[in-house]
């Protein structure tokens, strides 16, 4: 069963910057269009961003355009966020799944989930 490796959460200031990775060692990434998702305590899960596995098109959610990039290394088996501008309201824990299709918007449409890996951003 497949089971996201998600890494690079921490604690930085408002207006820092972290990159996240998640990989997958048994499967081959590249097969797939993979989504990042986050959820903060007491909010449902929320869509970030989406990858199709050639790396293009790629979708952003309107709240981190411009600030969040998703991104893949096929060779190295991992798919990457970037994430820049941080403000408080990202704090949250963030994880990414296979999407399986349908709306590339909504969680139900991915499986894979990892435990995720927590981001607070806090002065």
């Known amino acids: 069963q497949v089971q996201f490796a998600e890494s690079g959460g921490g604690s930085v200031q408002p207006g820092g910057s972290l990159r996240l990775s998640c990989a997958a060692p048994a499967v081959t990434l590249g097969d797939y269009a993979i989504g990042w998702f986050r959820q903060a305590p007491g909010k449902e899960r929320e869509f970030l961003a989406h990858i199709h596995w050639s790396g293009s098109p790629a979708y952003h959610a309107n709240s981190v355009k411009g600030r969040f990039a998703i991104s893949r290394d096929n060779a190295e088996n991992s798919v990457s966020l970037q994430m820049n501008s941080l403000k408080p309201e990202d704090t949250a824990v963030y994880s990414c799944?296979?999407?399986?299709?349908?709306?590339?918007?909504?969680?139900?449409?991915?499986w894979g989930w990892g435990k995720g890996t927590l981001v607070t951003v806090s002065s």
């Open positions: 799944a296979i999407y399986s299709g349908g709306s590339v918007y909504d969680a139900i449409n991915y």
